[in-house]
């Protein structure tokens, strides 16, 4: 194949910087194949598998320390890039130097390389400066519409853009556009970051406080699909609404089993199931059954290419943005009670201690006995069980606190926190805020997936099948060294993270801290996300060194391809896998920022609502973080997180103390600390900048006096700091994303 041969041309250690022509010769092509050769050239290099330079010649891009990758932009400007080989560290892109790279583009950098960062032994972030935009994570925007002297421009919504972009009145678009409505742009060639973008209007999509306009821009901001294509939609109906009996052949027959569901109290797609039985006085036998969606999705089809496409299903505040169609995700492959359904089984043989003994995989069907949601199922835990299922519900959640121990013993970490769900009225209001505990419930079906999600990865590894794996790698050593640190600048015993043991105690500790939550926040941050990969690399999170993600076919794609991988034996190339891998973290990446900004928008309302009445509600909230110009608290109750500018403090002026880092009330002596709990309300909420400033709700009642010695102005800020910031602020409003299992 001719890329194949372009490839091992320029491996060559004899090979010199060659351009087309010269290449048509060098390869041995007559002339007629140029355009094919200059189609293959052209594709690699947005690959980032070549590079084009001076002279438009072409060469490896280790050859000139050029890194493919996709850069991820902060709201400062910054970029990082995560170079497509995985074996290079992230390397730090200043704003300077990111040229017109926006968010999840891929692009090609140089790496700048210092005689330190040269040695061995250096450990230094790697910096470098874009050089080439590869590919476009999306070309359109989604922003407010807004009106100069001279001509119309498009604020981004996303704080991650910081550029104004350069519209014409918009012409055939369905609707006139009036200045503050939200638009959708489609973004022209943008060459120089010296310049601000410019694009067109191809939607207008209404006034931002009219109903569905919120969630419309978010849909359209991430490239979230509404409706799903006419043949896609054919092809599920094909399927039918039943299972036939042909459907049957080959499967093991499950259906006397006490199979049952556990899930969210609004879940539809219901994709594992468990089954429980003694299988002797000191052993049980255990039936993990997850949808079997590779029966009626089949590769190649339309289904199949829209699945991939997706990546994913996104659970926005108001809706979700399934990756298949209702008739398979609600229907046909969810595991609903009452009704037939078809299942790959992981059947585990489980000593009493929680030890796995054996394990089986096969194609099953099932008849679901019962569908609990999680409250139901930890409300029966709670008391003595009536009957055999809640019988076994109780032995379930006996046995998965065994493994669960031993998994903590064996190292795992413990990274959750509660989750706050919102609950909106018929008019898409925020109705109220439930906090969501990783209960006994939770636990019983974590584990069990967790195991199944185990033997799956090892069964794939002992078969050396090419298949898809979920990893997340161990934190950089220089970021924990960072953190560690901070920890011991608050007086918190912490002994060497590299070390598992160590992690985990600390992570103990922090639990029975006022500080703990905290610095817990300040440990996630330092980890890795988590991944798709087609090399195993092992779950940090989970210290599992065999993992992959095989429990939810009918919402993740990357269970499909495992599930075809494991059982039909239809495994993709490695190239193809990896392509996938990478496709289906960015999908994940690009849910996870709808899903948070579709939280945002309806908590933002809500505030902005509580601000008009005049009455705003007060919340706890913990101090994160101390500057200067105030601090910063989560809000547990909102899931989110904001700013107390010391300007919104009016009891006194106050100091920044950086050698003990808090503040300091230079008349009362009050202290402002990390770690402290606060009642605050919300002062500001900037939907543009898409931040929220909090107050106190009660001053006099909250803040500590100091205990001794007097308040001085630190050499840094002699003067305090209340006149206003002096650092680029933090997102002010920010949901902090754990690494996924």
Partial sequence: MLPDTLLKLLARRDYLPLNVPELLRALGLASNRQQELQRVLRDLEKAGRIARIKGNRYIQPCEADLIPGRIRMNRQGNGFLQPDDRSLKEIAIPASATSTALHEDRVLVRRELTPMSLRSDARPSATGTVVRILERRRTQIVGTLQRSRQFLYVIPDDPRIPHDVYVTPPSDVGRPAQVGDKVVVEMREWVSRHTNPE?????????????????????????????????????????????????????????????????????????????????????????????????????????????????????????????????LSNELCSLKPGVDRLTKCVEFLVSNEGRVLNTKFYSAMIHSQRRFSYQEAFAILQRKPDGPIEQMLHQAHELAQRIRRARFKAGSLELSFPEMKIRLDERGRVARIEKVVNDASHQLIEEYMLLANEAVAARLMHLRSPAIFRVHEAPDEKRLQEYREDVLGHKVPCGDLRQRLEVQRLLHKLDSLPIGPALKLGFLKSLMRARYSVEPLGHYGLAKQK???????????????????????????????????????????????????????????????????????????????????????????????????????????????????????????????????????????????????????????????????????????????????????????????????
């Avoid at 509580?610 to 009455?615: A, T, V």
């Avoid at 973080?625 to 300007?647: E, K, Q, T």
């Fill in 199 to 327: 694009g067109e209007i191809v939607e207008v999509l209404g006034p931002p406080d009219a109903e569905g306009v919120d969630m419309l821009s978010v849909l359209r901001q991430y490239g979230l699909p509404i409706r799903f294509p006419q043949n896609v939609l054919q092809e599920a109906r094909s399927i039918g609404t039943n299972i036939q009996s042909r459907d049957f052949e080959g499967r093991v027959d499950c259906r006397q089993h006490q199979v049952i569901t556990i899930d969210p109290d609004d879940a539809k797609d219901f994709d594992d199931a468990i089954c429980l039985q003694r299988a002797g006085t000191d052993q049980w036998r255990l039936w993990v059954h997850i949808a079997d969606v590779s029966h009626y999705v089949r590769p190649g089809t339309a289904l199949d290419l829209e699945a991939r496409k997706r990546g994913n299903s996104t659970y926005l505040v108001d809706r979700v943005i399934p990756m298949l169609p209702e008739a």
């Fill in 547 to 741: 993992y992959t993600h095989f429990t939810s076919p009918i919402r993740r794609y990357a269970d499909l391809v495992v599930h075809r991988t494991l059982f039909e034996k239809k495994s993709a190339s490695p190239p193809a896998l990896k392509e996938i891998a990478d496709h289906i973290s960015v999908t994940e990446r690009n849910s996870a920022d709808a899903e948070r900004d579709s939280r945002d928008i309806k908590l933002f309302a809500f505030l902005k609502a509580q601000l008009k009445s005049g009455r705003p509600e007060p919340y706890p909230a913990l101090v994160t973080d101390v500057r200067n110009f105030g601090f910063f608290v989560d809000v547990p109750g909102l899931a989110m997180s904001g700013l107390v500018p010391l300007s919104a403090i009016e009891d006194d002026f106050y100091v920044f103390d950086p050698a003990r880092n808090h503040l300091v009330g230079r008349r009362t002596r009050r202290i402002i600390r990390l770690g402290d709990n606060l009642v605050v309300q919300v002062a500001k909420v900037d939907t543009f900048k898409k931040q929220v400033d909090f107050r106190l709700a009660d001053i006099p009642a909250q803040l500590p006096r100091r205990r001794k010695g007097p308040s001085r102005p630190s050499p840094q800020n002699p003067r305090g700091n209340n006149a206003g910031p002096k650092k680029p602020r933090k997102s002010a409003s920010k949901i902090t994303s754990l690494p996924s299992n």
